[in-house]
């Protein structure tokens, strides 16, 4: 096997880039740092969004790398709901926070669904009354299909949700079992329906290529059952092994006496895959919005939560393991549940490691994130930046061009669908070097 060859294959490691600098190079003895933006007024004109991490679930996905609880009883949710309420409370006293709106709201997981009807609607009458959305564009709610209840989505529409982002990953349900998965394709179809007769605005399907036992076949039909459905936009993300999930354990301890590592599409099949999802998407009236992204109408369907953070929004992270950034600095909460509850039962805020971002840092952060949509623009960088794209990165922009993956002028750098379907692996060319070949998190 060739060196190329081996690169392709699906290895241990994340491949998704989600922040820069890289996670591993957040400290706990930046915390002080973090504590000092929050002290300080927030900079002109940036959006605010927050970020609620709800942590349970069913059951734990074979590929899940968050930090997600499967053990916990009902006393137990009502204590982290309780601390969770508190920690925003925090937040909204702070100098970088107080009275300023929110932009976007996002309720991820873990389940957010897990919660009950009566459960969600407490939650969210307690925050609102510490920091209001109804006017803010976009709340996203994530959903497990197995955890819907008609009545659990109608308390979702009334409480002002705007995208529901519903986790179907794949339709056989030998492969979600597989996986892990505790949804079953029924479940899919039922909750789907339940949420078009509720009309939210935006019903978003997210789909994995390279589960465990996909086949050619099988994906075909995944996109043919998707494209039935018509969601108002679909997400498809390439299956990684991130160290701390079920199957990199297995690969990694138990080698051919776990998960048969054959049974992994490589990194050209994941490609194929998704570009030809891309390619029928297409032909039933979709465009693509971004690397993932594909939706029915760019002017009535948005990602207010992604293009905020790709556009340098303050993000406050809320519950365990959480990622935020406020002024300009990185921050993370602990990931352990113990500790993440007595923080904030002493009346402090849970943060574990943080990282003050220089001007040119924040520059990449942004670079990178928004490459994900196929284009940028320079000029948009030397407004807020006060640096030329072209200039610093020509080396690299002249290799990637004359590798098929881009092409590039003064006007703008636009990644070719070569480019786009692994833009992930484009996107520490632009790093520091200082940031290149290190582990990710």
């Not at 990622?323 to 805020?349: C, I, K, P, S, T």
Request: include cysteine; hydrophobic fraction near 35%; aromatic fraction near 12%.
């Amino acid at each position: 096997m060739t060196a190329i060859q081996d690169q392709e294959k699906t290895g241990l490691g994340n491949y998704f880039i989600a922040n820069y600098p890289p996670f591993s190079f957040w400290k706990p003895e930046h915390v002080p740092a973090a504590e000092a933006a929050l002290d300080r007024p927030p900079r002109p004109g940036t959006q605010l969004g927050l970020y609620l991490h709800i942590p349970f679930c069913r059951k734990r996905c074979k590929f899940c790398y968050f930090r997600v609880y499967t053990d916990k009883n009902a006393r137990d949710v009502e204590d982290y709901l309780d601390a969770l309420v508190k920690e925003v409370e925090l937040y909204a006293a702070r100098q970088a926070v107080r009275n300023r709106p929110l932009d976007f709201v996002y309720f991820g997981g873990g389940t957010p669904s897990y919660l009950s009807a009566n459960q969600l609607t407490d939650l969210a009458r307690r925050l609102k009354a510490i920091m209001p959305w109804d006017h803010a564009a976009e709340v996203t709610f994530e959903c497990e299909p197995g955890t819907l209840q008609q009545h659990k989505l109608a308390a979702l529409r009334e409480l002002g949700i705007t995208r529901l982002s519903l986790g179907v990953e794949n339709f056989n349900d030998d492969i979600l079992s597989e996986n892990g998965r505790a949804h079953r394709s029924p479940e899919i179809y039922r909750a789907y329906q339940w949420a078009k007769d509720l009309r939210f605005p935006q019903i978003n399907v997210d789909l994995i290529a390279g589960m465990v036992g996909e086949t050619d076949e099988n994906w075909r039909e995944c996109v043919r059952k998707t494209i039935e459905m018509s969601p108002d936009s679909v997400t498809i993300y390439q299956m990684e092994l991130p160290y701390n999930t079920i199957y990199s354990k297995e690969l990694r301890v138990l080698g051919s006496n776990g998960v048969d590592p054959s049974q992994i599409a490589d990194w050209p099949t994941k490609r194929r895959w998704v570009g030809y999802a891309f390619d029928e998407l297409r032909k039933a009236g979709y465009e693509i919005s971004s690397g993932y992204t594909m939706v029915k109408d760019k002017a009535k369907t948005r990602f207010v939560y992604r293009d905020g953070l790709w556009h340098g929004a303050d993000l406050l992270g809320t519950g365990v393991a959480s990622f935020g950034h406020v002024n300009g600095v990185h921050m993370q909460n602990v990931d352990d549940w113990d500790r993440y509850l007595a923080r904030l039962n002493e009346g402090r805020l849970p943060l574990h490691r943080a990282l003050p971002v220089s001007n040119r840092e924040l520059l990449i952060r942004e670079l990178v994130l928004q490459l994900k949509t196929g284009r940028v623009e320079p000029a948009y960088f030397h407004n807020k930046f006060g640096l030329d794209i072209i200039d610093l990165y020509a080396p690299v922009l002249e290799r990637r061009q004359a590798s098929g993956d881009l092409t590039y002028s003064a006007e703008e750098i636009k990644l070719t669908r070569q480019g786009l379907l692994q833009v992930d692996r484009l996107l520490p060319d632009f790093f520091l070097p200082e940031h290149r070949g290190v582990r990710y998190t």
